[in-house]
């Protein structure tokens, strides 16, 4: 099956896995990387801004870029996957998560989804303001120091 970036069909959430496309995956680790070594924050859209994602299930194989002036519930599941496997990563082997460097532009932290998968894998207790704020700020602490001393 293939889909194209103006239609999603339910089957691509279970067919796109980020190692259809090593390269986009390479550089959004890179980005996040170079960001933590600065001790910076990235919003989603500078994350992506100018990859070209090349994922066979999508958009018949074709090099496509994510709309950064109006994401889409796609657009949002690709970069959710991508960034979920990179902190699974870097959660195993380093004990934190890379994702929590990546902030949504007008709120300036990561994304509901992120606090709310974070739950899920039992990460933080609940989702109260406070545990949130506090469970961020540890974590950006954590890679801000691992990239500083690896990146």
Same mark, same amino acid.
């Given at each position: 099956?293939?889909?194209? @970036?103006?239609?999603?069909?339910? +089957? &691509? =959430?279970?067919?796109?896995?980020?190692?259809?496309?090593? /390269? !986009?995956? %390479?550089?959004?680790?890179?980005?996040?990387? /170079? /960001?933590?070594? =600065?001790? %910076?924050?990235?919003?989603?859209?500078?994350? &992506?801004?100018?990859? +070209?994602?090349?994922?066979?299930?999508?958009?018949?194989?074709?090099?496509?870029?994510?709309? &950064?002036?109006?994401?889409?519930?796609?657009?949002?599941?690709? #970069?959710?996957?991508?960034?979920?496997?990179?902190?699974?990563?870097?959660? *195993?082997?380093?004990?934190?998560?890379?994702?929590?460097?990546?902030? $949504?532009? #007008?709120? !300036?932290?990561?994304?509901?989804?992120?606090?709310?998968?974070? *739950?899920? &894998?039992?990460?933080?207790?609940?989702?109260? +303001?406070?545990? #949130?704020? =506090?469970?961020? /700020? $540890?974590?950006? %602490? @954590?890679?801000?120091?691992?990239?500083? @001393?690896?990146?």
């Amino acid at each position: 099956m293939s889909i194209t @970036k103006s239609g999603q069909e339910p +089957e &691509v =959430r279970a067919i796109l896995q980020p190692d259809q496309d090593d /390269a !986009s995956y %390479q550089e959004i680790k890179q980005r996040i990387a /170079a /960001a933590g070594k =600065r001790r %910076q924050l990235l919003t989603y859209s500078q994350l &992506v801004q100018g990859i +070209e994602f090349q994922i066979p299930s999508i958009n018949n194989g074709q090099p496509f870029r994510l709309n &950064v002036g109006g994401w889409t519930g796609l657009d949002r599941h690709i #970069i959710g996957q991508f960034l979920g496997k990179l902190s699974c990563e870097s959660y *195993e082997e380093h004990g934190f998560m890379a994702n929590a460097l990546v902030v $949504d532009a #007008i709120e !300036s932290r990561p994304s509901k989804n992120f606090f709310g998968w974070m *739950e899920y &894998v039992e990460a933080i207790p609940d989702k109260s +303001e406070t545990e #949130i704020l =506090r469970f961020w /700020a $540890d974590q950006v %602490q @954590k890679a801000h120091r691992w990239y500083r @001393k690896h990146g």
